[in-house]
Each structure stands twice: as C-alpha cells, then as structure tokens.
C-alpha cells in the first residue's frame, strides 16, 4: 500500500469523503474512484456500473467495485444524470488499478445544478481529510 504522501491527487478535479472524484468536462462531470482507493482495496477484479439514463442524487450508490478483499459501493458525487459508463471496465477492471484518473474513469454524467462540484473537496482538503482517519 501507499503512503499518504505517494497518493496521486490531482488538483484539476474534486473528491468526495467517499472516495470518488469528479471532473468537468463540459456540460458534463466525469467521475471514477480515488487512487486512494484504488490502493486501499488491491486488485480490481469487476465493476457493476449503473444504465445510461438513470439518475441519483449525491450521495447514493449507484454501482459496486469488486477486489479480491471486497466489494464496495461506489456513491454518486453530485446529483444528475448518467449519460455513459466506461465499458472498458467490463473487461478490464484493473484498468482502475493502473489508471483510476484517466483510462479507468467510470461514468458521465449531466448535472441538475450548475454549481455540483461546489461542496465537493480539493485535492488539499481530500488529503487532509485522508490524514484524519
């Protein structure tokens, strides 16, 4: 596992308490699992993503990463609809061990409000908030 100080957050999108970052693209939010996270559960070995069209509100799960330690519940960063889902993941899920920023994005989404990211953390306080638990 990584140090804290080894985690890569990078600064051009934001992180929810629950370990999910959100990035604009657009009109839309691209969204996908920390490297904290990715790190903390190991080998990725299935993704359960959500249909296009479906919509969450923040905070409620809306698909399941698997790893050989554990599956989990991925929670939307911010309310909206889903737009697409990386189908890469299908038959890559480790893709999210090697890139979870880029390569291994998992959905997109179109956001009710304008201002969706505004609640979410920087990668600072996303660093700090890992520095407390």
Known sequence: ???LPEI???DD???TDEHVWAKVAGAEIVAGISDFAQ???GEIVYVDLPNVGDHFVAKDGFGTVESIKSVNTLHMPVSGVVTAINKDLDA???LINADCYDLAWMIRIKPD???ALGSLLSAEEYRAFLGKN
Do not use: E, G, V
């Open 1 to 3: 596992m990584k140090t």
């Open 8 to 10: 890569i957050l990078p």
């Open 13 to 15: 999108r934001k992180y």
């Open 39 to 41: 790190d903390q559960l």
């Open 92 to 94: 890559n899920p480790t």
């Open 113 to 115: 409000s304008a201002t």
